[in-house]
């Protein structure tokens, strides 16, 4: 059974720095895709990015280009999500996903595994 832990979140101001991680475990995820949604208190839950676990092919929504960075290492079995220039709107509840498919998908829909949720606060 795959068991996805996220942690890292927090309180920080906009403009700052957050480093966000999921310890997967359970599987061999050679043939897995790993994705980070968010979901806002009210809104529904949306993708944020994703990576292909075999060749770190990586796809971002578009208001996170260029602030955020999704990464993955392979012996620690953790996937990343570096996440700078933090803005208020950046505010969410961040979950992380595993799709047992090698290519990256922006639809929850697609995603049968999910962890517990980090919540990241962004004081403006």
């Known amino acids: 059974q795959v068991q996805l832990v996220e942690s890292g979140g927090g309180l920080v101001q906009a403009g700052d720095s957050l480093r966000l991680s999921c310890a997967a475990s359970?599987?061999?995820?050679?043939?897995?895709?790993m994705g980070w949604f968010r979901q806002a208190p009210g809104k529904e839950r949306e993708f944020v990015a994703a990576?292909?676990?075999?060749?770190?092919?990586?796809l971002y929504t578009d208001s996170v280009k260029g602030r955020f960075t999704i990464s993955r290492d392979k012996p620690k079995n953790t996937v990343y999500l570096q996440m700078n220039s933090l803005q208020s709107e950046d505010t969410a509840v961040y979950y992380c996903?595993?799709?047992?498919?090698?290519?990256?998908?922006?639809?929850?829909?697609?995603?049968?595994?999910w962890g517990q949720g980090t919540q990241v606060t962004v004081s403006s």
């Open positions: 990576i292909t676990w075999t060749t770190a092919t990586t």
């Open positions: 359970g599987r061999t995820f050679s043939s897995y895709a």
């Open positions: 996903a595993a799709r047992s498919a090698p290519f990256n998908s922006i639809f929850r829909e697609n995603y049968g595994y």
